[in-house]
């Protein structure tokens, strides 16, 4: 029996644009994709959940249940277009192209207006192409689309109370932009099926494509042509420039003639090249005079959800809803450990900024590690629980940034590989790591906080989290302890 043939859908065409490498492998060798990680979940529940706050603006709309099968789906689509009310999730198939509509709504002489609704903030070109394949494709079908719509986030609307959908969402008209891109569409999709078709996978070079306009599943398949280590896109900040030394077969970064490495660069190759760290010791004891005891090393991990889940707070506003805390009172002294995890669903931000100004003291540092963020964090919960705003302004003043020497090549070991993130840093210098945690990065950690915490799961499940929630963040601040230890003792050799 014939197999049927490929529709194109609206994600693997998006996806086609990028790389067809990717698209190829999509079709012929799925099985070597890498699954979904719980970052990129967060993201795609991220997306319902905006979806589904945009459909609340059209009370009298009908939602068609999804069908594998593109033609059923499409059949169904069709029966309800004459109801004429909005649609949500109707799709239809021309030309081998797929595509479901967040939202259809009716206008005047039988027409209807595509709105696409996107968790970001603002447009970007990806959106213009995404809305021109469902226009072709919707108009193949035989619908008259009257204008095509964005509806993206406001990141100026603050709640207060329930959420108002008209004020979380702005509509911008795209028509114009969808037109003129959709004229090459039928070419791309016919181009694209001939790529899907062919038995070997297309050529593809590594490129700015790779991570543009999202990272590529395809990198560890791609880049296994790279040495193992010291190649050329660790080098720090190189942008296109490591795809210029690619292109001139430059895979390794001793290989790059220095006049054309800036200064950090030249560092960095150095300090591969010998395998030692670099030093800068004046400019490293420049930075430890500045800080004073007693020290506090704190860490925070916050939630910042595209529809906002506490009373003012904004879309994607970082809210804490954990740090932890280690106090040295004096040079040698053991470190005493705080911590906080939020119990729930309530604002965290009121506990945090009382328990922080109970524990930070008046006087003394406060280490964080890029500590913008920190402040960043504790000024804005201020803003908001306005008694402490007097606190807030005093306390970041007291703030040393531990990125500081390794931003700055005051410090880099090639350990690093041109990188100046904790992440990256602690075992470098130290030897400690944060292989084996079942949390491991912020953006997990924010994933798995809002799964556990706003969703009904199971308790053993939820209690799981949060253990894994301490363990992690507790590394964070423990951390900056052992990289703050290993810079002193290196200052003074």
């Not at 004229?183 to 038995?199: D, F």
Request: with cysteine; glycine share 6%.
């Amino acid at each position: 029996m014939d197999k049927p043939p490929i529709v194109l859908s609206k994600s693997k065409f998006l996806e086609g644009l990028q790389c067809p490498k990717l698209l190829w492998y999509e079709y012929n060798r799925k099985k070597d994709l890498p699954g979904i990680d719980a970052a990129t979940q967060a993201v795609f529940d991220e997306g319902r959940r905006v979806g589904e706050w945009a459909q609340k603006l059209y009370p009298d709309g009908i939602r068609i249940e999804r069908d594998f099968d593109p033609q059923r789906q499409s059949q169904k689509s069709i029966e309800a277009l004459k109801l004429r009310q909005p649609l949500f999730e109707a799709g239809f198939v021309y030309n081998r192209a797929y595509a479901l509509a967040d939202i259809l709504v009716p206008v005047e002489n039988d027409a209807w207006d595509l709105v696409e609704v996107k968790s970001s903030t603002q447009l970007k070109d990806e959106h213009y192409a995404d809305a021109a394949f469902q226009k072709y494709t919707y108009e193949g079908a035989g619908l008259k689309i009257r204008g095509c719509y964005l509806m993206h986030i406001n990141n100026e609307y603050v709640r207060r109370g329930g959420i108002e959908p008209a004020k979380l969402f702005t509509k911008e008209n795209i028509t114009a932009e969808a037109e003129h891109r959709q004229k090459t569409v039928a070419q791309e999709i016919n181009s694209m099926l001939e790529v899907i078709a062919a038995r070997e996978m297309p050529d593809v070079k590594v490129g700015p494509q790779c991570s543009s306009p999202r990272d590529c599943q395809l990198e560890d398949i791609c880049w296994s042509f790279l040495p193992d280590k010291d190649h050329i896109f660790i080098l720090y900040r190189a942008g296109k420039f490591r795809y210029e030394l690619l292109d001139r077969g430059i895979l390794n970064i001793a290989e790059i003639p220095p006049e054309e490495l800036n200064e950090k660069q030249a560092l960095q190759v150095r300090s591969h090249q010998t395998g030692e760290a670099h030093i800068d010791r004046a400019a490293l004891n420049e930075f430890l005079k500045q800080i004073s005891y007693p020290v506090y090393f704190l860490d925070f991990e916050t939630i910042a959800p595209a529809v906002p889940v506490y009373d003012n707070s904004r879309p994607y506003q970082e809210v804490p809803f954990q740090y932890s805390l280690d106090v040295v009172e004096k040079e040698g002294a053991e470190p005493v450990h705080y911590e906080y995890l939020a119990p729930g669903d309530v604002d965290p931000r009121p506990e945090v900024l009382k328990q922080l100004k109970e524990r930070l003291g008046e006087a003394g540092s406060i280490i964080a590690y890029y500590a913008p963020f920190e402040i960043k964090v504790i000024k804005n919960a201020a803003e908001v629980y306005r008694d402490y705003l007097p606190w807030s302004d005093a306390v970041q003043k007291r703030f040393v940034d531990l990125l500081e020497p390794f931003k700055n090549f005051v410090y880099y070991h090639p350990g690093q590989e041109g990188s100046a993130s904790l992440k990256r840093v602690l075992p470098a210098i130290t030897g400690s790591s944060y292989q084996g945690l079942e949390i491991s990065n912020g953006q997990v950690a924010a994933a798995e906080y809002y799964r556990v915490t706003f969703n009904d799961v199971d308790e053993k499940d939820r209690q799981k989290v949060r253990a894994a929630l301490l363990k992690y963040c507790d590394l964070d601040s423990r951390g900056m302890i052992e990289v703050l230890r290993s810079l002193r003792q290196q200052a003074v050799k």
